[in-house]
Protein backbone atom coordinates (compact mmCIF):
# COMPACT_ATOMS: atom_id res chain seq x y z
CA UNK A 1 0.00 0.00 0.00
CA UNK A 2 1.21 3.53 -1.06
CA UNK A 3 0.51 5.17 2.50
CA UNK A 4 2.12 1.91 4.48
CA UNK A 5 5.19 2.14 2.46
CA UNK A 6 5.68 5.89 2.83
CA UNK A 7 5.62 5.87 6.19
CA UNK A 8 7.95 2.76 6.45
CA UNK A 9 10.31 5.23 4.04
CA UNK A 10 9.94 8.37 6.67
CA UNK A 11 11.12 6.46 9.09
CA UNK A 12 14.09 4.74 7.23
CA UNK A 13 15.21 8.69 5.51
CA UNK A 14 17.12 10.40 7.97
CA UNK A 15 16.49 14.12 8.88
CA UNK A 16 17.48 16.48 6.15
CA UNK A 17 16.67 14.33 3.49
CA UNK A 18 13.82 15.01 1.61
CA UNK A 19 11.64 12.74 -0.26
CA UNK A 20 10.66 13.02 -4.16
CA UNK A 21 7.98 10.41 -4.59
CA UNK A 22 8.44 9.90 -8.17
CA UNK A 23 5.15 9.31 -9.57
CA UNK A 24 5.51 9.28 -13.66
CA UNK A 25 3.09 6.77 -15.35
CA UNK A 26 0.97 6.08 -12.16
CA UNK A 27 -2.41 7.63 -12.21
CA UNK A 28 -3.40 10.78 -10.08
CA UNK A 29 -5.45 8.03 -7.83
CA UNK A 30 -2.14 6.84 -6.86
CA UNK A 31 -0.87 10.32 -6.16
CA UNK A 32 -3.86 11.28 -3.88
CA UNK A 33 -3.39 8.23 -1.90
CA UNK A 34 0.28 9.67 -1.51
CA UNK A 35 -0.79 13.31 -0.94
CA UNK A 36 -3.36 11.73 1.91
CA UNK A 37 -0.78 10.17 3.25
CA UNK A 38 1.54 14.02 3.74
CA UNK A 39 3.47 13.66 0.69
CA UNK A 40 3.74 17.27 -0.99
CA UNK A 41 6.50 16.59 -3.07
CA UNK A 42 6.28 14.55 -6.30
CA UNK A 43 8.49 14.19 -9.43
CA UNK A 44 7.54 13.57 -12.91
CA UNK A 45 8.97 13.02 -15.84
CA UNK A 46 7.42 14.06 -19.00
CA UNK A 47 6.11 18.01 -19.57
CA UNK A 48 2.97 16.66 -21.20
CA UNK A 49 2.19 14.30 -18.41
CA UNK A 50 2.74 17.15 -15.63
CA UNK A 51 0.52 19.35 -17.49
CA UNK A 52 -1.80 17.21 -17.56
CA UNK A 53 -1.58 16.12 -13.43
CA UNK A 54 -0.98 19.23 -12.40
CA UNK A 55 -4.63 20.80 -12.37
CA UNK A 56 -5.89 17.57 -11.10
CA UNK A 57 -3.95 17.64 -7.46
CA UNK A 58 -4.26 20.53 -4.64
CA UNK A 59 -2.43 23.15 -4.84
CA UNK A 60 0.31 23.05 -2.18
CA UNK A 61 1.45 20.07 -4.12
CA UNK A 62 4.94 20.81 -5.22
CA UNK A 63 5.99 19.61 -8.53
CA UNK A 64 9.60 18.45 -9.25
CA UNK A 65 10.37 17.87 -13.16
CA UNK A 66 13.03 14.97 -13.18
CA UNK A 67 12.38 13.99 -16.79
CA UNK A 68 15.12 14.64 -19.86
CA UNK A 69 13.37 18.03 -21.04
CA UNK A 70 13.98 19.39 -24.97
CA UNK A 71 14.22 22.98 -25.50
CA UNK A 72 10.52 23.17 -27.10
CA UNK A 73 8.48 22.13 -24.05
CA UNK A 74 10.09 24.02 -21.22
CA UNK A 75 6.83 26.36 -21.18
CA UNK A 76 4.72 23.79 -18.68
CA UNK A 77 8.01 23.11 -16.89
CA UNK A 78 8.62 26.38 -15.78
CA UNK A 79 4.80 27.45 -15.20
CA UNK A 80 4.37 23.70 -12.68
CA UNK A 81 7.70 23.05 -11.41
CA UNK A 82 8.79 24.27 -8.04
CA UNK A 83 12.37 22.47 -9.04
CA UNK A 84 13.73 21.08 -12.32
CA UNK A 85 16.42 18.57 -11.69
CA UNK A 86 17.61 17.61 -15.06
CA UNK A 87 19.29 20.48 -16.41
CA UNK A 88 21.93 18.46 -18.48
CA UNK A 89 22.97 21.18 -20.88
CA UNK A 90 24.00 25.22 -21.17
CA UNK A 91 21.05 25.44 -23.85
CA UNK A 92 18.19 24.11 -22.01
CA UNK A 93 19.71 26.40 -18.89
CA UNK A 94 19.26 28.98 -21.60
CA UNK A 95 16.03 28.27 -23.00
CA UNK A 96 14.28 27.52 -19.14
CA UNK A 97 15.41 31.12 -18.16
CA UNK A 98 14.16 32.49 -21.17
CA UNK A 99 11.10 30.72 -20.44
CA UNK A 100 11.27 31.99 -16.68
CA UNK A 101 11.45 35.49 -17.63
CA UNK A 102 9.06 35.34 -19.68
CA UNK A 103 6.64 33.91 -17.26
CA UNK A 104 8.25 36.83 -14.53
CA UNK A 105 9.26 33.76 -12.50
CA UNK A 106 12.54 32.49 -10.78
CA UNK A 107 13.22 29.05 -11.30
CA UNK A 108 15.02 26.33 -9.01
CA UNK A 109 17.08 24.24 -11.13
CA UNK A 110 19.70 21.41 -10.64
CA UNK A 111 22.64 19.81 -12.86
CA UNK A 112 22.69 16.87 -13.91
CA UNK A 113 25.87 14.92 -13.76
CA UNK A 114 26.65 12.19 -16.11
CA UNK A 115 28.86 9.62 -14.56
CA UNK A 116 27.35 6.43 -14.81
CA UNK A 117 28.57 3.78 -17.26
CA UNK A 118 25.42 3.80 -19.55
CA UNK A 119 26.21 5.89 -22.55
CA UNK A 120 22.58 6.78 -22.85
CA UNK A 121 22.16 8.81 -19.74
CA UNK A 122 21.98 12.74 -19.86
CA UNK A 123 23.67 14.98 -18.25
CA UNK A 124 27.24 16.90 -17.90
CA UNK A 125 30.48 15.05 -17.37
CA UNK A 126 32.30 16.76 -14.33
CA UNK A 127 34.79 18.59 -16.78
CA UNK A 128 31.78 19.56 -18.83
CA UNK A 129 30.41 20.69 -15.49
CA UNK A 130 33.60 22.45 -14.73
CA UNK A 131 33.84 24.40 -17.52
CA UNK A 132 30.29 25.45 -17.38
CA UNK A 133 30.60 27.38 -13.97
CA UNK A 134 34.26 28.82 -15.34
CA UNK A 135 32.40 30.50 -17.88
CA UNK A 136 30.42 32.72 -15.61
CA UNK A 137 26.63 32.41 -17.45
CA UNK A 138 25.39 31.10 -14.39
CA UNK A 139 25.48 34.38 -12.87
CA UNK A 140 24.50 36.05 -16.39
CA UNK A 141 21.50 34.06 -15.78
CA UNK A 142 20.29 34.17 -12.67
CA UNK A 143 17.96 36.71 -12.38
CA UNK A 144 15.84 33.75 -14.21
CA UNK A 145 16.91 31.04 -12.81
CA UNK A 146 18.65 29.71 -9.72
CA UNK A 147 21.32 27.01 -9.56
CA UNK A 148 20.31 24.85 -6.14
CA UNK A 149 22.76 21.91 -6.74
CA UNK A 150 23.45 18.80 -8.55
CA UNK A 151 21.32 15.65 -9.55
CA UNK A 152 22.73 12.24 -11.11
CA UNK A 153 22.17 8.41 -11.36
CA UNK A 154 24.09 5.69 -10.26
CA UNK A 155 25.23 3.00 -13.13
CA UNK A 156 22.60 0.59 -13.28
CA UNK A 157 25.16 -2.48 -12.43
CA UNK A 158 25.14 -4.74 -8.74
CA UNK A 159 28.28 -3.53 -8.14
CA UNK A 160 27.89 -1.44 -5.03
CA UNK A 161 31.36 -0.39 -5.41
CA UNK A 162 30.31 0.97 -8.54
CA UNK A 163 27.25 2.10 -7.48
CA UNK A 164 29.14 4.68 -4.27
CA UNK A 165 31.76 5.87 -6.40
CA UNK A 166 29.29 7.37 -8.96
CA UNK A 167 27.81 8.81 -6.13
CA UNK A 168 31.01 10.14 -4.71
CA UNK A 169 31.72 12.01 -8.22
CA UNK A 170 28.05 13.75 -8.45
CA UNK A 171 28.87 14.88 -4.59
CA UNK A 172 31.99 15.81 -5.49
CA UNK A 173 30.52 18.21 -8.37
CA UNK A 174 28.04 19.95 -6.03
CA UNK A 175 29.54 23.79 -6.93
CA UNK A 176 30.22 26.19 -4.01
CA UNK A 177 27.20 27.97 -2.66
CA UNK A 178 24.71 25.41 -3.35
CA UNK A 179 22.74 22.77 -0.87
CA UNK A 180 20.89 20.24 -3.05
CA UNK A 181 22.15 17.13 -3.46
CA UNK A 182 19.49 14.83 -5.43
CA UNK A 183 20.54 11.04 -5.76
CA UNK A 184 19.40 7.66 -5.34
CA UNK A 185 16.38 6.05 -6.25
CA UNK A 186 14.36 2.99 -5.08
CA UNK A 187 17.07 0.22 -4.84
CA UNK A 188 20.18 2.39 -4.20
CA UNK A 189 18.93 5.27 -1.93
CA UNK A 190 20.50 4.39 0.71
CA UNK A 191 24.17 4.01 -0.53
CA UNK A 192 23.31 7.12 -2.04
CA UNK A 193 22.39 8.97 1.55
CA UNK A 194 25.35 7.31 2.93
CA UNK A 195 27.32 9.16 0.03
CA UNK A 196 25.54 12.70 0.75
CA UNK A 197 22.52 12.78 -0.83
CA UNK A 198 20.24 14.99 0.82
CA UNK A 199 17.21 14.66 -1.65
CA UNK A 200 16.48 11.08 -2.83
CA UNK A 201 13.89 10.43 -5.93
CA UNK A 202 11.55 7.21 -5.47
CA UNK A 203 9.16 5.71 -7.33
CA UNK A 204 8.81 1.96 -7.49
CA UNK A 205 8.77 1.29 -3.74
CA UNK A 206 6.13 3.83 -3.44
CA UNK A 207 3.45 2.87 -6.04
CA UNK A 208 5.13 -0.48 -7.19
CA UNK A 209 5.61 -1.00 -10.68
CA UNK A 210 4.89 1.56 -13.41
CA UNK A 211 3.29 0.53 -16.58
CA UNK A 212 4.74 1.73 -19.62
C1 LIG B 1 11.99 7.04 -12.71
C2 LIG B 1 13.06 7.82 -12.04
C3 LIG B 1 13.33 7.67 -10.67
C4 LIG B 1 12.60 6.67 -9.77
O1 LIG B 1 13.03 5.37 -10.02
P1 LIG B 1 12.52 4.14 -9.11
O2 LIG B 1 13.50 3.07 -9.41
O3 LIG B 1 11.15 3.83 -9.56
O4 LIG B 1 12.57 4.57 -7.70
C5 LIG B 1 14.29 8.48 -10.11
N1 LIG B 1 14.97 9.38 -10.84
C6 LIG B 1 14.76 9.54 -12.15
C7 LIG B 1 15.56 10.55 -12.89
C8 LIG B 1 13.81 8.77 -12.79
O5 LIG B 1 13.61 8.95 -14.11
Excluded at 151 to 156: E, V
Aim: glycine residues 6%; aromatic residues 6%.
Amino acid sequence: MIKTELEALRHELPEGVTLVAVSKFHPVEALREAYDAGQRVFGESRAQELQAKAPLMPADTQWHFIGHLQTNKVRPVVSHAALIHSVDSPRLLRAIAAEARRQQRRTDVLLQLHVAQEETKFGFTPDELRDFLASGEIEELADAVRVRGVMGMASNVDDTDRIRADFRAIRAALPEGCDIVSMGMSDDWQIAVEEGANMVRIGSRIFGAREY
